[in-house]
């Protein structure tokens, strides 16, 4: 089937503290991988995405590199700012289901203070 | 061009009443999502649909839930007989619905419901 397992949190760091939390995946097919923000009050926005192995995502100073041979997809930032304190949410789209349903992961509280 | 849009915003009811959520996708896009994020459970998918039609129901947790869309556009999701397990936050996506790249899901802000 298909699943997604990323790092439990609450995880909290300090403003220009180096960020990953780690994703790993289960899927069915050749999935495509995201991560998904959701900024306090807010609805969930993609953060960025890569549809094949070897792609790296981007945006915003964030990068996740699909890594086909570790099933992983780990979300990185070299200096997060306080700006940055949401939840961040992996997820999956798989081939062998429904088109475009995802399967996310349970999401990670990210708190960064000054 | 307005993104997807839901009501109510915040839904307050009693165990056992019947409640209806909405949902407007953006304007051109085929398939759309329902999802719930409840603290238990994290995001799960309850049903998509492609037009009118529901291909998937799968994620719809009893037969108390049902869901419609009419003229391709807006959706209502109706959970009967409410129970306290049905408070989350009931979230709706809509995409263009082709495959690959043009179907990026855009979300919608959410009803908060709340069942007393």
């Known amino acids: 089937g298909n699943s997604v397992t990323q790092m439990e949190g609450p995880v909290t760091l300090s403003e220009e503290a180096f960020l990953t939390i780690n994703c790993t995946y289960t899927?069915?097919?050749?999935?495509?991988l995201f991560w998904y923000v959701q900024y306090p009050g807010e609805g969930l926005q993609l953060l960025l995405k890569a549809t094949k192995a070897d792609d790296k995502g981007s945006n915003k100073g964030f990068e996740a590199t699909y890594r086909k041979e570790t099933t992983s997809f780990h979300l990185e930032k070299g200096s997060v700012q306080v700006s940055d304190s949401a939840v961040y949410f992996c997820a999956l789209t798989s081939r062998g289901s429904t088109l475009g349903r995802l399967y996310f992961g349970r999401g990670t509280q990210l708190t960064v203070w000054p | 061009g307005a993104g997807v849009s839901q009501s109510p915003s915040n839904k307050v009811t009693e165990k056992g009443k019947d409640v209806e959520l909405r949902c407007d996708p953006i304007?051109?896009?085929?398939?759309l999502y329902w999802y719930r994020q409840s603290l238990g459970q994290g995001l799960e998918f309850l049903i998509y649909f492609q037009g009118n039609s529901a291909p998937d129901k799968s994620g719809l947790p009893s037969d108390r839930f049902s869901a419609e869309r009419t003229g391709g556009s807006v959706s209502t999701l109706t959970i009967q007989r409410t129970q306290q397990e049905d408070s989350a936050v009931y979230l709706c996506?809509?995409?263009?619905?082709?495959?690959?790249?043009?179907?990026?899901?855009?979300f919608g802000p959410g009803t908060r419901l709340t069942v007393l």
């Open positions: 996506a809509s995409s263009l619905g082709d495959s690959g790249r043009r179907n990026e899901q855009f």
């Open positions: 304007s051109g896009h085929t398939a």
């Open positions: 899927a069915t097919g050749y999935p495509s």
